[in-house]
Protein backbone atom coordinates (compact mmCIF):
# COMPACT_ATOMS: atom_id res chain seq x y z
CA UNK A 1 0.00 0.00 0.00
CA UNK A 2 1.15 3.37 -1.00
CA UNK A 3 1.33 6.45 1.22
CA UNK A 4 -1.67 8.13 -0.25
CA UNK A 5 -3.98 4.69 0.32
CA UNK A 6 -2.64 4.77 3.84
CA UNK A 7 -3.12 8.18 4.37
CA UNK A 8 -6.75 8.17 3.08
CA UNK A 9 -7.62 5.21 4.97
CA UNK A 10 -6.49 6.90 8.12
CA UNK A 11 -8.33 9.88 7.57
CA UNK A 12 -11.15 8.38 6.66
CA UNK A 13 -11.29 6.20 9.63
CA UNK A 14 -10.58 8.89 12.24
CA UNK A 15 -13.20 11.18 10.83
CA UNK A 16 -15.69 8.44 11.41
CA UNK A 17 -14.46 8.10 15.33
CA UNK A 18 -14.62 11.35 15.55
CA UNK A 19 -18.42 11.61 14.65
CA UNK A 20 -19.45 9.10 16.50
CA UNK A 21 -17.57 10.59 19.37
CA UNK A 22 -19.21 13.87 18.43
CA UNK A 23 -23.14 11.87 18.45
CA UNK A 24 -22.33 10.29 21.56
CA UNK A 25 -21.09 13.07 23.49
CA UNK A 26 -24.12 15.12 21.97
CA UNK A 27 -26.53 12.50 23.07
CA UNK A 28 -25.01 12.26 26.59
CA UNK A 29 -25.48 15.68 26.95
CA UNK A 30 -29.05 16.31 25.82
CA UNK A 31 -30.56 13.21 27.37
CA UNK A 32 -28.34 12.49 30.29
CA UNK A 33 -26.80 15.20 31.97
CA UNK A 34 -29.05 18.59 31.03
CA UNK A 35 -32.53 16.81 32.21
CA UNK A 36 -29.84 15.92 35.23
CA UNK A 37 -28.88 19.34 35.93
CA UNK A 38 -32.27 21.05 35.11
CA UNK A 39 -33.52 18.80 37.95
CA UNK A 40 -31.32 19.82 40.50
CA UNK A 41 -31.41 23.04 39.67
CA UNK A 42 -35.65 23.26 39.50
CA UNK A 43 -36.53 25.10 42.13
CA UNK A 44 -40.51 25.18 41.70
CA UNK A 45 -42.89 22.69 44.27
CA UNK A 46 -42.07 19.18 44.34
CA UNK A 47 -44.93 16.39 44.13
CA UNK A 48 -43.02 13.34 43.96
CA UNK A 49 -44.78 10.64 45.73
CA UNK A 50 -48.41 8.94 46.35
CA UNK A 51 -51.88 10.50 45.98
CA UNK A 52 -54.43 9.99 46.79
CA UNK A 53 -58.42 11.41 45.97
CA UNK A 54 -60.09 12.48 48.79
CA UNK A 55 -63.72 11.97 49.23
CA UNK A 56 -64.63 15.00 48.27
CA UNK A 57 -67.83 15.81 45.85
CA UNK A 58 -69.64 13.41 43.96
CA UNK A 59 -67.56 10.39 42.56
CA UNK A 60 -70.11 8.23 41.59
CA UNK A 61 -67.77 5.42 43.51
CA UNK A 62 -64.47 6.51 41.48
CA UNK A 63 -61.51 6.24 43.77
CA UNK A 64 -58.19 7.44 42.07
CA UNK A 65 -54.47 7.18 42.94
CA UNK A 66 -51.28 9.02 41.56
CA UNK A 67 -47.91 7.85 41.43
CA UNK A 68 -46.03 10.57 40.83
CA UNK A 69 -42.19 10.79 39.33
CA UNK A 70 -40.64 14.74 38.71
CA UNK A 71 -37.87 15.46 36.58
CA UNK A 72 -37.63 19.42 37.21
CA UNK A 73 -41.10 20.19 35.74
CA UNK A 74 -41.66 17.39 33.72
CA UNK A 75 -43.78 14.76 35.92
CA UNK A 76 -44.23 10.72 35.34
CA UNK A 77 -45.90 8.00 36.57
CA UNK A 78 -49.00 5.71 37.02
CA UNK A 79 -52.89 6.57 37.67
CA UNK A 80 -54.69 4.06 39.26
CA UNK A 81 -58.43 4.80 39.13
CA UNK A 82 -61.16 2.15 40.59
CA UNK A 83 -64.63 2.43 39.39
CA UNK A 84 -67.21 0.87 40.56
CA UNK A 85 -65.72 -2.68 40.46
CA UNK A 86 -63.00 -2.51 37.42
CA UNK A 87 -59.28 -1.47 38.18
CA UNK A 88 -57.50 0.56 35.35
CA UNK A 89 -54.24 1.91 35.53
CA UNK A 90 -53.00 4.63 33.81
CA UNK A 91 -49.62 6.33 32.41
CA UNK A 92 -49.10 9.48 33.35
CA UNK A 93 -47.00 12.28 31.32
CA UNK A 94 -47.26 16.37 32.73
CA UNK A 95 -46.05 19.31 33.59
CA UNK A 96 -45.61 21.43 36.86
CA UNK A 97 -45.69 25.42 35.51
CA UNK A 98 -46.61 28.21 38.07
CA UNK A 99 -48.15 25.80 40.80
CA UNK A 100 -50.42 24.06 38.58
CA UNK A 101 -49.93 20.31 37.21
CA UNK A 102 -51.86 19.23 33.60
CA UNK A 103 -51.56 16.26 32.40
CA UNK A 104 -53.10 13.45 30.48
CA UNK A 105 -53.18 9.81 31.24
CA UNK A 106 -53.30 6.92 28.73
CA UNK A 107 -54.54 3.30 29.55
CA UNK A 108 -51.84 0.63 30.38
CA UNK A 109 -54.00 -1.87 28.88
CA UNK A 110 -54.55 -2.12 25.35
CA UNK A 111 -58.37 -3.55 25.87
CA UNK A 112 -59.22 0.34 26.63
CA UNK A 113 -58.98 3.31 24.70
CA UNK A 114 -60.31 6.20 26.83
CA UNK A 115 -57.70 8.98 28.06
CA UNK A 116 -57.67 10.88 31.17
CA UNK A 117 -57.02 14.18 31.80
CA UNK A 118 -56.02 16.94 35.19
CA UNK A 119 -55.68 20.25 35.96
CA UNK A 120 -54.71 20.26 39.31
CA UNK A 121 -53.73 23.64 41.88
CA UNK A 122 -51.00 22.78 44.10
CA UNK A 123 -50.91 24.80 47.18
CA UNK A 124 -51.17 23.95 50.94
CA UNK A 125 -54.60 23.74 52.76
CA UNK A 126 -54.46 23.01 56.42
CA UNK A 127 -50.62 22.60 56.22
CA UNK A 128 -50.62 19.79 54.06
CA UNK A 129 -49.62 19.80 50.53
CA UNK A 130 -52.78 19.14 48.24
CA UNK A 131 -53.84 19.42 44.21
CA UNK A 132 -57.40 20.58 43.79
CA UNK A 133 -59.02 21.23 40.12
CA UNK A 134 -60.33 19.22 37.65
CA UNK A 135 -60.24 15.71 36.08
CA UNK A 136 -62.28 14.20 33.17
CA UNK A 137 -62.34 10.50 32.39
CA UNK A 138 -65.12 8.15 30.86
CA UNK A 139 -66.67 6.01 33.20
CA UNK A 140 -68.50 3.81 30.75
CA UNK A 141 -68.84 4.34 26.64
CA UNK A 142 -69.96 7.63 25.77
CA UNK A 143 -70.12 8.92 29.23
CA UNK A 144 -67.46 11.55 30.15
CA UNK A 145 -66.99 12.36 33.80
CA UNK A 146 -65.85 15.91 34.16
CA UNK A 147 -64.93 16.18 37.76
CA UNK A 148 -64.06 20.19 38.33
CA UNK A 149 -64.03 19.63 42.79
CA UNK A 150 -61.71 16.88 42.55
CA UNK A 151 -58.72 17.37 45.97
CA UNK A 152 -55.99 14.91 46.04
CA UNK A 153 -53.54 13.99 49.63
CA UNK A 154 -50.41 13.66 49.25
CA UNK A 155 -49.89 9.77 51.32
CA UNK A 156 -45.79 9.63 50.72
CA UNK A 157 -43.05 11.28 49.53
Known amino acids: MDATTSSLIIGIASSLVATLLFIGGSLFLRKGFLP ?5 VYRGVRIDGTWAMEAFGDHDGVAVTL ?24 EFAGRVQNMYLS ?14 TFLLHIDFYGGNLKMQGGM ?22
Not at 67 to 90: I, P, W
Not at 143 to 156: R, T, W
Open 36 to 40: WYADK
Open 67 to 90: ALKQSGENVSGNVYVNVDDSRMTF
Open 136 to 157: CLVKQAAEVSANSNVCFNLQDS
Open 103 to 116: GICHPQSKRHIDPM
